[in-house]
């Protein structure tokens, strides 16, 4: 009893003194060009509030699950720029440092990945890269604002944290890593090639790669769906319903599984005739232009000699990307990013968008915000480890876009040299980044559902990379978690394993919710 009351005692002095050290440090005076906005203990169990974040970056608060120092800055990155920077400080710390990405065309700090890794006893860092909320209005007239956004406050918050950690810690980091998806996966990638120092490990989820000519590619949806009023438009209860169910019925069974999970859909070549109306049939067809318009949809986009600027939306994903490209509404990011970055017009009229749009969006290149390297040698050759996933129903990214680049950087070696520094998971039945019918979550990110699953390699992606960057143990496949409803407190449905690219996930027998009825081959 008397020595539980000694650790007690022991404990409350730790936290105590933690909490003396973290309101005595001095961040501003370790980081060129920073201003103190935020120093603060936070206690395990808090839920911090935001009043001043931008309300389009929808984070108005978070739970915070580890006693930690909160800090955050204002940095400058130029005479006329600056980021907005967090640093969270766990006192249980592991050694190990990590950054988090952004996304969209964002300026939003991601909170929630803050806590998820500083509660797993990573000191991590998050900025607004650059700017605040969804949109693109601040980046208008401030070319900085966009150098930024493509590269600059990543690399600038991995700098101030490394520094602000052995400063805090007394003791620098062991390891580095990043942690992002979609624009984050770009960030991940890019810093790979730009800074090939600031990281031992990253984790690149559906990576916005190529980026100028994924802008252009998402602007073009509009043009292709016409808006939501025209003649040909198709509406979203179409596409969710029996166009939809077309996809699963050409599509699905090629694993040879029929759960509504399409494993590849790369093997499905979805021919929309099926559904042209034939007779007098009127419900549940579709016209003649309303056929191209999908042929148009699941076709490589390319120039008209042939050049490719971006690859096909993959089948399957049309139930979320109803939502916002096939929306028959300008997809608000490209538009933004035409409007303020590319043009510095905001007359610009995304019904207008053509060919001459994509040359420009890929030739003026802001900020060398492209990410499309054909190799990382810096990266690859200090030791770096690299691993993206994708979802196989991301209704935001092409799929195709990752097996692309991932073939891309892979060259002329072999997929086993490759396989070395850089791995490539397909989740199937996964949206843009999470969600969606398949077995998506991975600890990919600080979503309510990644707190089900524990911190364990196969089945977080953070923690496999973590085991490849300490242990040089590799991860094979990526497990991933389908929680009834999504909802963590109700059980696991179904776990899947998510094979490596180029291995597909084939059914072999069995219950379909079973690793042993799968095969990656
Ligand atoms: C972003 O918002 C923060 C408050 O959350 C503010 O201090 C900062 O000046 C803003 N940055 C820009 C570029 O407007
Ligand atoms: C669609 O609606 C917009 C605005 O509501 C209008 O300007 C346009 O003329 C309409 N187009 C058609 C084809 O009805
Ligand atoms: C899951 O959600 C569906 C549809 O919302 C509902 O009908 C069902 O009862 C839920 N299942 C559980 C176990 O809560």
Excluded at 176 to 196: M, V, W
Aim: net charge negative; proline share 5%.
């Amino acid at each position: 009893m008397l020595g539980f009351l000694i650790y007690l005692a022991h404990l409350a002095d730790a936290s105590s003194s933690f909490e003396q050290a973290c309101l005595a440090f001095r961040p501003e005076t370790i980081v060129p060009g920073a201003t103190r906005n935020i120093l603060d203990y936070v206690r395990s169990g808090t839920t911090l509030t935001f009043p001043d974040n931008d309300a389009t970056c929808n984070r108005g608060s978070q739970i915070v699950s580890a006693n930690l120092c909160r800090i955050a800055l204002s940095i400058e990155t130029s005479p006329e720029s600056s980021i907005t920077f967090e640093a969270w400080l766990p006192e249980t710390w592991t050694g190990r440092f990590l950054a988090t990405g952004n996304g969209g065309i964002d300026g939003c700090i991601k909170y929630e990945d803050l806590a998820y890794t500083s509660s797993n006893s990573f000191a991590a860092v998050g900025s607004n890269n650059g700017k605040n909320g969804t949109g693109g209005v601040p980046f208008y007239n401030h070319p900085e604002t966009v150098v930024d956004f493509a590269w600059r406050s990543l690399h600038t918050s991995v700098q101030a944290g490394k520094a602000m950690v052995e400063a805090f810690y007394e003791k620098p980091h062991t390891n580095s890593y990043y942690l992002g998806c979609s624009l984050g996966g770009r960030q991940g990638i890019d810093n790979a090639d730009k800074f090939p120092e600031d990281f031992d490990g990253i984790v690149a989820g559906a990576p916005g790669v190529d980026f100028n000519n994924l802008v252009s590619w998402r602007a073009r949806f509009f043009t292709v769906t016409g808006a939501i009023n025209s003649s040909d438009f198709i509406p979203a209860t179409a596409w969710k319903t029996w166009i939809h169910d077309e996809v699963l019925k050409q599509c699905d069974a090629v694993d040879g599984a029929e759960d509504g999970i399409i494993e590849d859909p790369a093997l499905c070549a979805f021919d929309p005739s099926t559904l042209r109306c034939e007779g007098d049939e009127s419900t549940n067809c579709l016209n003649n232009k309303q056929v191209e318009q999908l042929r148009t949809i699941f076709s490589d986009y390319r120039y008209p000699d042939g050049e490719l600027i971006f690859p096909a939306m993959q089948p399957g994903s049309e139930v979320g990307a109803v939502d916002r490209l096939y929306a028959g509404a300008p997809f608000a990011y490209s538009v933004d990013w035409f409007k303020y970055v590319i043009y510095n017009n905001p007359a610009w009229d995304a019904a207008t968008y053509d060919f001459a749009d994509a040359r420009t969006s890929e030739s003026s290149n802001p900020g060398n915000i492209r990410t499309y390297p054909a190799s990382l040698p810096g990266f690859e050759s200090r030791g770096g480890k690299i691993l993206m996933y994708h979802g196989q129903q991301d209704n935001q990214i092409t799929t195709y876009n990752t097996n692309r680049f991932y073939e891309h950087i892979k060259g002329s070696r072999t997929y086993e040299q490759i396989d070395e520094w850089m791995r490539y998971f397909r989740i199937s039945g996964m949206n843009h980044c999470n969600s969606g019918p398949g077995a998506w979550v991975l600890g990919q990110a600080g979503n309510a559902a990644s707190a089900g699953v524990p911190f364990e390699a196969p089945g977080n992606v953070l923690r496999a990379m973590v085991d490849w960057v300490e242990k040089g143990v590799a991860p094979e496949y990526v497990e991933g978690t389908k929680f009834v409803n999504d909802t963590v407190s109700l059980g696991v449905n179904f776990k899947r394993r998510h094979c490596r690219y180029p291995l597909r996930n084939v059914y072999i027998g069995g219950d379909y919710g079973h690793h042993a009825s799968w095969k990656c081959i």
